[in-house]
């Protein structure tokens, strides 16, 4: 399985970029990575997933180099509303369907 | 499309009691898992189910039991309920041609 660790929290202000990086040193070739965004009280949902490069869309982008054993979710002006828990998940190769969730990084977004 | 579908939405139970979460998905999907998260914790896997008749084990799943009822539905039981099994109850199911998870709202359960 691939590990991940990621950051424990991380402070902002409102309109700044910001920037998490993701350590996946054990990544499977056929593995994607996935970032997933929680609210308090509610479940996680997708924000993100790439395989290669970069992969951009309405709400994050996110960078991958060549080697794929990191990878950094960007969110562009945060605002207040962009407060959360941010977890990255790599998937494990075709056989087994073991997510493991890492323990994400709390951003928090100041005024 | 209510995509993945949790009841009950809160649960108080006495130490020793017994209940069954439920999960249902409306997505056609094929894996389903469940997750708990402790306060200010992350998610941790108890149990998942690759497929329609498969279960299988994830990182803390003693003290309960699943059922891979048919394709939608996916259901988590405590036989004998614990202090420590206090927490947030999440389902998820994944699409199948990639490895995203849609998760449910969460069952917040208290066990006294």
């Known amino acids: 399985l691939a590990k991940t660790t990621q950051p424990i929290s991380m402070d902002s202000y409102e309109g700044q970029e910001v920037n998490i990086t993701c350590s996946h040193n054990?990544?499977?070739?056929?593995?994607?990575i996935t970032w997933y965004q929680q609210f308090p009280s509610q479940g996680p949902r997708f924000i993100i997933q790439g395989y290669k490069t970069k992969v951009t869309n309405e709400v994050a982008s996110l960078f991958i180099p060549a080697d794929r054993k990191s990878s950094t979710l960007s969110l562009p002006r945060v605002s207040l509303s962009d407060t959360a828990v941010y977890y990255c998940?790599?998937?494990?190769?075709?056989?087994?369907?073991?997510?493991?969730f890492g323990t994400g990084t709390r951003l928090k977004v100041l005024a | 499309n209510a995509g993945v579908t949790q009841t009950p939405k809160f649960q108080v139970l006495k130490t020793g009691q017994s209940m069954t979460l439920q999960c249902a998905q409306d997505m056609n999907h094929n894996s389903m898992y469940w997750y708990r998260q402790d306060p200010g914790m992350g998610l941790r896997l108890i149990y998942y189910s690759a497929s329609e008749g498969t279960t299988d084990k994830g990182e803390v799943p003693n003290g309960y039991n699943v059922s891979r009822l048919n394709k939608r539905e996916f259901s988590l039981r405590l036989e004998s309920a614990a202090p420590s099994q206090t927490s947030v109850y999440f389902c998820?199911?994944?699409?199948?041609?990639?490895?995203?998870?849609?998760f449910g709202s969460g069952t917040q359960l208290s066990v006294l």
């Open positions: 054990n990544i499977a070739t056929n593995d994607y």
């Open positions: 998820a199911s994944r699409q199948s041609t990639n490895e995203k998870l849609f």
């Open positions: 998940l790599v998937g494990v190769t075709s056989g087994t369907y073991k997510y493991i």
